[in-house]
C-alpha cells in the first residue's frame, strides 16, 4: 500500500507558525498532484492547499496569503508552511496525493495520511 505521513503538528499561539510535512513514495511523487486537506471538530473535511508535480499551487480562501504549500520531489516530501495562524485554523491536517491513471483507461488513484492535529490557541 502506499504510504503518506504527516508529521509538524502541535499546540502554537494566534498569530504563530508550523510547518507540516508529509513523506511519501517515490511514485507519488513523480506522477502524483499533493493536497493539504483539514477537518475541525464538528466541521466538514475541505481543501486547504493543491500543488502539481510542476509546482502550479492553489489554495482556499481562508489560508490564501498565510499558508504556502511546496514539495521536494527529490525527497518525496511534500509541505505547508502556516503562517499567522488563527484559532479557527484548529483541526487535524491530512496529507493527500492524486495518482493520475497508468494508462487513459485506467482509473487514478487518491492516497491520504491519517492526520496531524494543529491547534492553535487564542
Known amino acids: 500500500q502506499e504510504q503518506l505521513a504527516e508529521s509538524g503538528g502541535g499546540l502554537v499561539q494566534a498569530g504563530g507558525s508550523l510547518r507540516l510535512s508529509c513523506a511519501g513514495s517515490?511514485?507519488?511523487?513523480?506522477?502524483?498532484?499533493m493536497g493539504w486537506y483539514r477537518q475541525a471538530p464538528g466541521k466538514q473535511r475541505e481543501l486547504v492547499a493543491t500543488?502539481?508535480?510542476?509546482?502550479?499551487?492553489n489554495y482556499a480562501d481562508s489560508v490564501k496569503g498565510r499558508f504556502t504549500i511546496s514539495r521536494d520531489n527529490a525527497q518525496n516530501t511534500a509541505y505547508l508552511q502556516m503562517d499567522s495562524l488563527k484559532p479557527e485554523d484548529t483541526a487535524v491536517y491530512y496529507c493527500?496525493?492524486?495518482?493520475?491513471?497508468?494508462?487513459?483507461?485506467?482509473?487514478?488513484?487518491?492516497?491520504w495520511g491519517k492526520g496531524t492535529l494543529v491547534t492553535v490557541s487564542s
Open positions: 493527500n496525493a492524486a495518482v493520475p491513471p497508468i494508462s487513459v483507461e485506467g482509473s487514478g488513484m487518491v492516497y
Open positions: 517515490r511514485r507519488v511523487f513523480k506522477f502524483g498532484s
Open positions: 500543488i502539481t508535480v510542476n509546482g502550479v499551487t
